[in-house]
């Protein structure tokens, strides 16, 4: 079991079937926000990317508010790929292959009748799954997005911390992992991505949604 603050080469030692990076061709990075949507952060971080004109990849989880399928809706709408995140918020290592398969079957069916197109993905909670788990849902078509880069805005860092942090050894091919779920205030994370699309912009990168 390897938990999420391992560092990245023990995670692929790890699980070596889980996608850590993706194609870095035309100089391409890989924006991804977890844990939403949420009625305070992803509106306004939708308009953002939506004034930067990139897309990046959102890993939903499953929530029975009115708001959210609408949120979900809007997301995908603007051209953003809709991955899964699950049904709750929880670690990945106590639960069996058939219960996790199930409940991300009952969350892709709820997008699917909202007319939601969902990408083949998901991203586990925290980064906790067992190395079955990844070929398990391999098999079944499924699969496992994790990170190559990380800044941690869960953790009480001011922008310029998480902006460094970022930065440090970012390079195209990069799948970065950002928040824009309830325990989190919307002003940082749309802080820190607007200062991070502009570094990136400096140095000649482009963002884009994840292709499965």
Not at 38 to 44: G, L, S, W
Not at 94 to 118: F, M, P
Not at 163 to 184: E, F, Q, S
Request: hydrophobic share 40%; net charge positive.
């Amino acid at each position: 079991m390897v938990p999420w603050k391992y560092p990245g080469i023990l995670m692929r030692i790890a699980l070596p079937g889980a996608i850590f990076r993706a194609d870095a061709g035309n100089n391409q990075l890989y924006l991804t926000f977890d844990d939403g949507p949420d009625p305070e952060v992803t509106p306004p971080l939708l308009d953002l990317l939506r004034d930067y004109g990139v897309t990046a990849t959102f890993f939903v989880v499953a929530n029975q508010a009115d708001w959210w399928l609408e949120l979900v809706r809007r997301t995908a709408a603007e051209g953003h790929a809709i991955g899964l995140h699950g049904l709750k918020h929880r670690s990945g290592y106590g639960l069996s292959n058939r219960k996790l398969w199930r409940e991300l079957s009952d969350l892709r069916e709820a997008l699917k009748q909202a007319d939601v197109s969902v990408l083949p993905a998901y991203r586990p909670p925290f980064g906790h799954i067992r190395p079955d788990t990844v070929g398990y849902l391999r098999k079944r078509g499924v699969s496992t997005i994790l990170w190559s880069n990380i800044p941690g805005d869960f953790r009480p860092l001011n922008t310029d911390q998480l902006h460094r942090k970022a930065m440090r050894g970012a390079r195209p091919g990069d799948i970065l992992v950002l928040h824009d779920g309830t325990r989190l205030r919307p002003a940082p994370v749309l802080e820190l991505t607007k200062r991070l699309l502009d570094s990136f912009h400096a140095a000649g990168w482009y963002c884009s949604r994840l292709s499965i």
